[in-house]
């Protein structure tokens, strides 16, 4: 019997669709904090070792794995004692990542969702379609207007 493979979504892929995908970061890569002080990265895996296959029950294999590593004085980085926390599915990968950057990154809870704190890992938000301009369009006259 050898390694099994599965997806993202819990699903069985052959090794060679797991060298595609192993190959995407973005894929890999399930989610990233960085705020200077603590760096927490998410990673899917999705091998399973023979021996898993042989002794664990499929609900069980654990395909994603938490990296933590902190931020010494000078800029380096060492591994945390959490890092290498495992999870048998994406959504208990997420809580337990959510749930270590909320304890440990400084982070908040706004209307039951995690606002990650000066992550500089993450994308600026969307801007606000509702906002007034900054500027004015220059050459409109005052007419101009929705009907």
């Known amino acids: 019997m050898a390694n099994k493979y599965i997806n993202r979504e819990g699903m069985p892929i052959t090794q060679t669709g797991w060298h595609a995908l192993a190959k ?27 021996k898993d296959v042989r002794n664990v029950l499929p609900e069980f294999y654990k395909v ?14 060492v591994y945390d004692p959490a890092s290498g926390e495992t999870y048998p599915d994406e959504k208990s990968a997420i809580a337990g990542y959510e749930e270590f950057i909320f304890k440990h990154g400084e ?11 000066n ?29």
């Open 24 to 50: 995407d970061e973005s894929y890999v890569k399930v989610r990233r904090f960085d705020n200077g002080k603590v760096f927490a990265e998410l990673l899917w895996y999705g091998a399973i070792p023979e």
């Open 64 to 77: 994603y794995s938490l990296i933590v590593k902190n931020y010494r004085e000078d800029g380096s980085l």
């Open 107 to 117: 982070c908040v809870i706004d209307n039951g969702e995690l606002v990650e704190v």
């Open 119 to 147: 992550n500089k890992l993450a994308p600026p938000p969307p801007p606000n379609l509702d906002a007034p301009a900054e500027k004015p369009i220059e050459g409109l006259t005052d007419d101009f207007g929705a009907w």
